[in-house]
């Protein structure tokens, strides 16, 4: 069975540009959770979807925005990059929302501004 | 607010000896905690768990770690390193939502 997986592996983007970051789930969760981990910090929670809605918001600003779609994939979107969005984005995902599901990680997006 | 304090930024064992990892928690509720393990440019994968059922808890690996109430901490050992144990080690939190609370992360060294 597939893991979590996600894309692209690696992006540079430009100060003020606008990202994409995509992730897919294992078969059959219903849950996905995005966290970025700066170099030498532990991973910060962004968002969680469960069954295409919001469930949790992390302190990110308003430019960070996600989304959730009926096959369970995900989207995580950044308006107006900054020099300091540059990061690892990792997706998670697990069968169900709550602390009780474990959540299986994907080997994340490298994102870095310029 | 919920948090987790790892005491130590880095840790240098030598293979065969015990690893010993602190974790020291806050949180309002009855939490959850984790142990996490991030080998270079691979994904996160869990170690262990405790889910308020045995204080004493077995992971993959031959890790397990004990949870102190009295002492809110949640230390994450090894009987013996091996050199495929070194690694970054992240201390987890998670109360009544669904989020995860991370640690700052310890690097495990192993030397021959």
């Known amino acids: 069975d597939a893991g979590v997986t996600q894309s692209p592996t690696h992006l540079i983007k430009t100060r003020g540009q606008h990202v994409t970051l995509r992730c897919s789930p294992i078969?059959?969760?219903?849950?996905v959770s995005w966290y970025q981990q700066v170099l030498g910090q532990g991973p910060q929670f962004i968002f969680q979807?469960?069954?295409?809605?919001?469930?949790g918001r992390g302190n990110f600003p308003d430019r960070f925005s996600a989304r959730q779609f009926p096959n369970y994939s995900s989207e995580l979107n950044v308006n107006a990059l900054l020099l300091g969005d540059s990061a690892l984005y990792l997706c998670a995902s697990s069968l169900y929302g709550g602390q009780s599901y474990e959540q299986y990680f994907g080997p994340g997006t490298r994102l870095t501004v310029t | 607010a919920q948090s987790v304090t790892q005491l130590d930024s880095h840790v240098s064992v030598s293979e065969g000896t015990p690893v010993l990892l602190r974790c020291n928690y806050s949180?309002?509720?009855?939490?959850?905690l984790f142990w996490y393990v991030q080998h270079p440019n691979k994904g996160l994968q869990l170690l262990l768990k405790y889910t308020s059922a045995a204080t004493l808890v077995k992971g993959i690996n031959g890790f397990e770690a004990e949870f102190k109430k009295s002492e809110t901490s949640f230390h994450l050992t090894k009987p013996s390193a091996h050199m495929s144990d070194a690694a970054e080690y992240f201390c987890?939190?998670?109360?009544?939502?669904?989020?995860?609370?991370f640690g700052t992360g310890t690097r495990l060294q192993v030397f021959p």
């Open positions: 979807y469960y069954e295409k809605e919001e469930r």
């Open positions: 078969s059959g969760h219903k849950s």
């Open positions: 949180s309002s509720y009855s939490p959850s």
């Open positions: 987890v939190v998670s109360d009544n939502t669904d989020k995860l609370i």
